[in-house]
T-cell receptor, first 115, second 113 residues
Framework: DGGITQSPKYLFRKEGQNVTLSCEQNLNHDAMYWYRQDPGQGLRLIYY???????QKGDIAEGYSVSREKKESFPLTVTSAQKNPTAFYLC??????????????FGPGTRLLVL | LAKTTQPISMDSYEGQEVNITCSHNNIATNDYITWYQQFPSQGPRFIIQ???TKVTNEVASLFIPADRKSSTLSLPRVSLSDTAVYYC??????????????FGKGTKLSVKP
């Protein structure tokens, strides 16, 4: 089955702790994205990557970091600098170098909660 | 930047046709119009995309007038399973400084029996 997987489904973070959310795709897509969704709100772009070893900040990158060492993987780290991390995190990918014209395929999401 | 405006919510009944209109007065020449559907606690799913006139697929139709300042997503004969949030996106580029990759609050469609 081709698609995007995210793990874990639920993640709990303690104060001052860094946590990493996994995102893997086997669609052979070049572009990958991370979004944050708060209750009753739309999606906000955190980071995106058009190609391996390159990524760009989105609208709300502060307190987050990413890496893109492999085409199929785009992990997101929520650092202790992110003071309000409780949200639903969605990873997506698209075929080419990205942009609005391309269909984005989303993973099932990870819900992050702060203890 | 092509900002979009959609109704916050809409109600419908099973079997009816639903039309959701999105306003995008500042749409640029190279911008496409894309609609996504999102169920609770799931990632959004692509529905349809268009540039001008009318586009139809097995799920929906998208109507775009000549001036492209608005677009209408049409869902024929909705069922309870169409209850979801529908997002209208307009743009060509990415987020960040370009700010085009913006999912607003969307339109929450509630289909009743």
């Amino acid at each position: 089955d081709g698609g995007i997987t995210q793990s874990p489904k639920y993640l709990f973070r303690k104060e001052g702790q860094n946590v990493t959310l996994s995102c893997e795709q086997n669609l052979n897509h070049d572009a990958m994205y991370w979004y944050r969704q708060d209750p009753g709100q739309g999606l906000r772009l955190i980071y995106y990557s058009q190609i391996v070893n390159d990524f760009q900040k989105g609208d709300i990158a502060e307190g987050y970091s990413v890496s893109r060492e492999k085409k199929e993987s785009f992990p997101l780290t929520v650092t202790s600098a992110q003071k309000n991390p409780t949200a639903f995190y969605l990873c997506a990918s698209s075929m080419g170098t990205g942009g609005m014209k391309e269909t984005q395929y989303f993973g099932p999401g990870t819900r992050l909660l702060v203890l | 930047l092509a900002k979009t405006t959609q109704p916050i919510s809409m109600d419908s009944y099973e079997g009816q046709e639903v039309n959701i209109t999105c306003s995008h007065n500042n749409i640029a020449t190279n911008d496409y119009i894309t609609w996504y559907q999102q169920f609770p606690s799931q990632g959004p799913r692509f529905i349809i995309q268009g540039y001008k006139t009318k586009v139809t697929n097995e799920v929906a139709s998208l109507f775009i007038p000549a001036d492209r300042k608005s677009s209408t997503l049409s869902l024929p004969r909705v069922s309870l399973s169409d209850t979801a949030v529908y997002y209208c996106l307009v743009g060509e580029g990415y987020g960040g400084s370009q700010g085009n990759l913006i999912f607003g609050k969307g339109t929450k469609l509630s289909v009743k029996p």
